[in-house]
């Protein structure tokens, strides 16, 4: 027998509006009820339908008992839209929000957790989530995502509301990248953004990585008269956010290239691939080195044989 059995006195199907009506119902779950109703509604097919949803229930030590019902609603086949209210037995009464949309173009989502008056923290609370995909001319593609709450102390007290892999380090990220593909090789171009909102407190101070703010880069492989080449090359913007830009965490610019070239020779039975590399380097810091410098460069190059 099936594991989820909905069980009801009356059901009611009507096929012109793709709605079924089911009166005294009962959800089980391997024969054990788990929510009765008296009256639900679903629709016939695989359509979505606007409605509300089953409610949820969580308890922790620091927010108390949490009521939460959502309600879905399908504005188009192609967005959507659910809004759940929200009670919070020491904190107050919530808003969760999410919508969400699928363009020819572009698609993504955006969530908010508004807490108009928390009682334990005498403040509003809010946290903000985006994410978002799309297309542009030329066949480039770009992807923005990103979180902001409205203090510190918004990881300890939702821990179950963060979507972030580090509860404290919450980013935001924006990046285009376009294809190349022409006569002398195939790559990748880009330009890209990382920033973070650091989330500290009494207990633990959180050191941030980098920021990059921006970097762009290029990515190129290809083969002419017998020789096969990579090239890398990337310039970016490194910053710490929040710190004092001592010299012992440097802020500034980095370019960095990283190429090869090499002359494969292969026949039935074995092989010589001579390779010459190059991996250069070069800095301009914000704050001084001990020598009394902000430029600093190196390039190294490097030759191999693969037989």
Avoid: C
Avoid at 56 to 78: C, E, H, K, M
Avoid at 84 to 108: K, M, S, V
Avoid at 130 to 148: C, F, I, K
Avoid at 295 to 302: D, E, G, H, L
Wanted: net charge neutral.
């Amino acid at each position: 027998p099936p594991a989820w059995v909905l069980k009801t006195d009356r059901v009611q199907l009507d096929f012109e509006a793709n709605e079924g009506v089911a009166e005294g119902a009962v959800l089980r779950f391997m024969d054990v009820p788990i929510l009765a109703l008296p009256s639900l509604s679903f629709p016939l097919g695989d359509g979505r339908k606007t409605g509300w949803l089953p409610p949820t229930l969580d308890f922790d030590t620091r927010s108390g008992l949490s009521v939460a019902v959502p309600w879905y609603w399908n504005i188009a086949p192609n967005r959507d839209a659910t809004l759940t209210p929200r009670a919070i037995t020491r904190r107050g009464p919530g808003l969760d929000a999410e919508f969400r949309w699928l363009e020819p173009q572009t698609q993504g989502r955006i969530e908010a957790d508004v807490l108009p008056h928390d009682r334990v923290a005498g403040r509003s609370r809010w946290a903000l989530l985006g994410e978002q995909d799309g297309t542009l001319p030329l066949g480039t593609r770009w992807h923005a995502d990103g979180m902001r709450v409205s203090d510190d102390a918004w990881w300890k007290d939702f821990p179950k509301d963060s979507r972030s892999l580090n509860a404290r380090l919450l980013p935001l990220r924006l990046q285009a990248e376009l294809a190349i593909d022409g006569r002398w090789g195939r790559g990748l171009a880009y330009a890209r953004m990382l920033r973070w909102q650091v989330l500290q407190g009494s207990d633990v101070l959180v050191v941030s990585p980098y920021e990059r703010a921006p970097q762009l880069g290029m990515q190129l492989a290809g083969q002419a008269a017998g020789l096969q080449y990579t090239l890398q090359a990337e310039a970016n913007r490194f910053v710490l956010p929040d710190r004092d830009g001592s010299s012992a965490e440097p802020t500034g610019w980095r370019a960095h290239t990283l190429g090869s070239v090499s002359w494969p020779l292969r026949q039935p039975g074995g092989f010589v691939v001579p390779r010459l590399s190059v991996n250069a380097a070069s800095y301009r810091l914000d704050q001084a080195l001990a020598d009394g410098r902000t430029q600093a460069s190196r390039v190294i190059p490097s030759f191999s044989i693969d037989a």
